[in-house]
């Protein structure tokens, strides 16, 4: 299968080669190879070669036959998703508390489920949310977005904001940094923990308003370890409401107080800069 995308060069880039412009776009290299070889990226209706300069406003069109995926097949689980963002190439839905992400075996009630349903056919996987943690989920329509997407994961090119309702604001600045390393923890296998021998994790809070037992905090994932920013707020004392795993007084009946809110990221084989927020009505 073919895949076909167009982007005109902006007006208020300098110039570069045609191999510095894929380089920009975050193409695979592989996927450059072919494009080179097989002369499947034109400039303005022509073929032009990559150590040649691409100028503002110059129509650039590619062609990619070598994608593949090792994806599965997501059957449709008969359930529309809330749709809060789309393209031709991307979806963003609201993932509500307590659905996964994505099925294993035979499941069909996740949010990718839901997805192959709005579709028409089974979406492919760029992140993954918790599945206690509601908000925003980035879906790929097509596979040749896949590696651009996850290049911007690791690039921090793609930013996620979360909201979250914590315990004992009074041990929490205004705002900060916690940056504690992250393992399994031994005596849980869902569970994860603080530990000296974990993976460098670090997240960055604000208090967006408090009162005398809570606080509305914002946070962003400068890394992104299962569980990071229930585990980090537990270690530092402010678990977060309705989190089972991580704090001791929480109510059995209550949601998770965590909300992926907001997402940034550059929409893949253009320049267009892409965000996305959930509406305040929206927002636990």
């Not at 075996?105 to 489920?113: D, G, Q, S, V």
């Not at 107080?257 to 509406?279: C, G, R, W």
């Amino acid at each position: 299968m073919s895949y076909y995308f167009t982007l005109n060069y902006p007006k208020n880039l300098k110039p570069c080669s045609v191999s510095d412009l894929l380089r920009q776009l975050l193409v695979p290299r592989k996927w450059r190879h072919f494009l080179r070889i097989e002369q499947k990226i034109r400039v303005n209706g022509n073929y032009r070669y990559f150590s040649q300069l691409v100028y503002p406003d110059d129509k650039i069109e590619l062609e990619l036959d070598c994608v593949d995926s090792q994806q599965g097949i997501y059957p449709a689980s008969g359930k529309l998703p809330d749709v809060i963002y789309e393209d031709q190439d991307l979806l963003v839905i609201n993932k509500p508390a307590g659905q996964k992400t994505h099925p294993n075996l035979a499941e069909t009630n996740t949010a990718l489920n839901d997805c192959a349903t709005y579709l028409g056919f089974s979406p492919f996987v760029v992140h993954r949310l918790d599945m206690l943690t509601s908000g925003l989920l980035l879906v790929a329509k097509n596979p040749a977005v896949v590696p651009i997407l996850n290049r911007e994961l690791t690039t921090k090119i793609f930013h996620r904001e979360y909201l979250a309702v914590v315990n004992h604001p009074e041990k929490l600045q205004a705002s900060g940094t916690i940056a504690l390393p992250i393992g399994h923890d031994p005596n849980d296998q869902r569970k994860r923990m603080v530990r000296e021998d974990g993976l460098a994790s670090i997240t960055h809070y604000q208090i967006l308003s408090q009162t005398s037992g809570e606080a509305l905090i914002k946070l962003q994932l400068e890394t992104g370890r299962t569980h990071q920013i229930r585990v980090h707020l537990a270690a530092i004392g402010c678990p977060i409401l309705g989190d089972p795993l991580y704090n001791p007084d929480c109510n059995p009946d209550e949601l998770l107080h965590l909300t992926a809110y907001q997402m940034a990221f550059n929409k893949p084989f253009s320049f267009d800069k892409i965000q996305v927020k959930l509406p305040l009505e929206k927002n636990r």
